[in-house]
């Protein structure tokens, strides 16, 4: 992930979204863009994703964009299965006070 600091947050903010590519040629202009969010599962080394980055494009994920803009300590739980009862009881130990954590995600 190349770029998730301020420089992203101002492309994201002055320009409105108006594209949205996919199908089997969704890379194929991705050096036309000036930030490329990319999804978890698309690998930054992808021959696309990689020179539009070696061209100075903002390649970033929505995880960068959020930690970029949260203060505070993050505790991130991945994985398949059991995430949401982990969440929860880890809130619960960590902080007992229920107004300090925020659970948040899907």
Excluded: M, W
């Amino acid at each position: 992930i190349r770029d998730s600091g301020q420089k992203v947050r101002d492309l994201l903010c002055a320009h409105p979204i108006d594209a949205y590519r996919s199908g089997d040629n969704y890379l194929k202009n991705a050096a036309n863009y000036d930030v490329i969010v990319r999804s978890p599962g698309i690998a930054l080394a992808t021959p696309e994703l990689s020179s539009a980055a070696d061209d100075g494009i903002s390649v970033t994920s929505a995880t960068n964009i959020f930690l970029a803009n949260h203060r505070g300590t993050v505790i991130a739980i991945t994985g398949t299965k059991g995430k949401s009862c982990l969440c929860i009881l880890g809130s619960i130990c960590i902080c007992p006070n229920p107004k300090s954590p925020h659970l948040i995600g899907p």
